[in-house]
């Protein structure tokens, strides 16, 4: 948003604090629903939010998304994620399916030899459930 200052000149204006979330929370499923007509719906689906059971978010976002839209969903733990996993699986909602952990060791590399760094701890960044839904007339 852009207004004028005394001279007449554009500059930016300043939002009040907290302003995106309240702008969130005031997001109703009815504006929801109208932003995603049934006919295109949502291009993809990032779901990071570890206080959300995945498999009753996934339940009521899923129809939002267009045919063959991938999603993320992204926890701490793996047990949540496979229990989704497990609910996608059996209303077969979606395909491409796949559990990760993504986690990465760092290799030192020396003349003629490589190995995995010893010290690297086994700490995980959280688990991933990934996949690309199908429609449900076309289940």
Known sequence: EV???AEGDKVPRERPEGWRSR???SASPDLIRDLASPAQ???SLVLAAPALDPATALAKLLPL???SAPFAVWSYAA???AEALDELRRSSSAVNL???E???RRHQVLPRRTHPTMTTTAGSGGDILSGDVIPEGER
């Open 41 to 43: 719906g949502f291009t």
């Open 65 to 67: 998304l267009a045919p």
């Open 79 to 81: 047990q949540p994620l």
């Open 3 to 5: 207004g004028k200052d």
């Open 98 to 100: 796949t559990l990760q």
């Open 23 to 25: 702008r969130i929370e």
């Open 102 to 104: 993504p986690w990465l």
